[in-house]
């Protein structure tokens, strides 16, 4: 039986398939692409950035962040083509966050861990800690 889901756009009922939208909207998706698309080949507009290209397209920045993402719009061709991070709003052309966030969070995690070992730490051996506490005290 052909396995049925939740169109992640508009919600519709369809046969599950190798996207997560349905066909209408894939192919609204496709002219959404052509528009977008044949704006930034125009000479003139080959540096505009995503608010640019909505503000002349009228396709919703989602999408044209989905097509930049998929690298179906490439940075390479379009300069200015970027979207903000999800954390600071740095202009970023890949993943979802910059590279300055990316490292805050995986020091974060460090830290996290860190704290997470000394807990365990704690746990498994409580006179020593006790003993470091007072050598800390000094
Ligand atoms: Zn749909
Ligand atoms: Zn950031």
Excluded: W
Aim: proline content about 2%; charged content about 40%; overall charge negative.
């Amino acid at each position: 039986m052909a396995e049925l889901a939740n169109c992640i756009r508009c919600e519709a009922v369809f046969v599950k398939t190798a996207r997560d939208i349905c066909h209408d909207c894939y192919r609204q998706e496709e002219k959404d692409f052509d528009t977008v698309y044949s704006f930034l080949k125009q000479k003139k507009n080959r540096e505009a950035t995503l608010y640019e290209i909505v503000d002349a397209t009228g396709v919703e920045e989602e999408i044209i962040i989905k097509f930049i993402k998929e690298k179906r719009l490439r940075t390479s061709q379009f300069p200015k083509l970027a979207y903000p991070c999800e954390r600071c709003g740095t202009p970023i052309v890949s993943g979802k966050i910059c590279t300055k966030c990316s490292e805050e969070l995986i020091n974060d995690l460090e830290q996290y861990e860190k704290i997470e070992e000394r807990i365990e730490k704690q746990k498994s051996n409580k006179e020593n800690v006790y003993y470091s506490f007072n050598k800390d005290e000094d």
